[in-house]
């Protein structure tokens, strides 16, 4: 089947750059214009990428069921409260909007001896989330998963290694990548730096000991990865999604510039009335 094309709806879209320090329009804006031009079929991989609130969301609905949910996510808290009585009366969910990894992260969530296991629900539900986007038919969307899993447990085995904790306990998903690492925790490179390309990149990366700067470094190398994988794409919805991507890093870093503004705005404020008290005394 021909991909869809959207070519007035990128044609129009303006160009956004890494270091970039201003937003053409925020995320939700953004996803608001998808919901007006992408054909059903695409919808439902751009879908896949907002799920992350709605995960938020469930977790929370779970731990406390007044909690206030992230406006972000599209599952209404009665959606949730539904889906949750329905598996536990083993009803069928009817609501084609809850993902199927859902049910089984609430019927895990509702077995009680699952809570003695110390489980890290978060890291769970990251795990269902992950294996899901992986499945996705199309390469771009599955990959993008794949990236974030294997950037998330390549990092996370590196940082317990050099700490001498259990490697095993932090790894979450069923690839490749994680499957290596469980089986070679004591090995340098966990037996990974032939299978994966950017290895070395997160190696080095996870040597920087500004937080900033490697937290700034791992998004480039996200970047990157879209800019690679979207050579040859043009106005499809693998452009389109690789955009909402990079959408998303450079709102998360407009906004932390501007909090940090805001910070240093407050501090020499304070600064100045002790200044001044000083002064004054």
């Known amino acids: 089947m021909a991909e869809n094309q959207y ?30 031009v992408l054909a059903n079929e695409d919808k439902k991989l751009v879908d896949k990428y907002f799920l992350k609130y709605d995960n938020e969301n469930l977790l929370a609905f779970l731990k406390n069921k007044n909690a206030e949910l992230n406006k972000k996510g599209k599952i209404s808290s009665e959606e949730i409260k539904e889906t949750i009585d329905s598996i536990e009366v083993d009803f069928p969910i009817q609501n084609p909007e809850i ?11 509702l077995d009680e001896s699952a809570h003695d296991e110390n489980k890290l629900w978060e890291d769970l539900m990251s795990e269902f989330y992950m294996d899901y986007g992986r499945e ?4 771009l969307v599955s990959g993008w998963f794949e990236l974030n899993l294997n950037i998330g447990n390549i990092l996370a085995a590196i940082y317990c290694k050099k700490y001498g904790l259990d490697v095993n306990t932090v790894i979450v998903g069923n690839n490749e990548v994680a499957r290596l690492i469980r089986e070679n925790p004591n090995v340098r490179d966990f037996g990974l ?12 990366i996870a040597e920087e000991t500004d937080i900033y700067e490697r937290e700034r470094k791992i998004d480039r190398l996200r970047w990157d990865w879209l800019d690679e994988n979207t050579v040859f794409d043009y106005f499809n ?18 906004n932390l510039n501007a909090e940090e503004g805001e910070r240093i705005f407050r501090q020499l404020i304070a600064d100045l009335k002790s200044d001044v008290s000083v002064s004054n005394e």
């Open 136 to 139: 996705s038919k199309n390469k």
């Open 99 to 109: 993902p199927p990894y859902f049910e089984d992260y609430i019927r895990l969530w």
């Open 237 to 254: 919805i693998d452009f389109i999604f690789a955009y909402l991507c990079k959408l998303n890093i450079l709102e998360r870093w407009v």
């Open 193 to 204: 730096s032939r299978e994966l390309e950017y290895f070395d990149t997160l190696q080095r």
């Open 7 to 36: 070519y007035c709806f990128v044609a129009g879209l303006p160009d956004i750059f890494f270091d970039s320090t201003k937003l053409p329009f925020t995320v939700d804006e953004f996803g608001e214009m998808l919901e007006e």
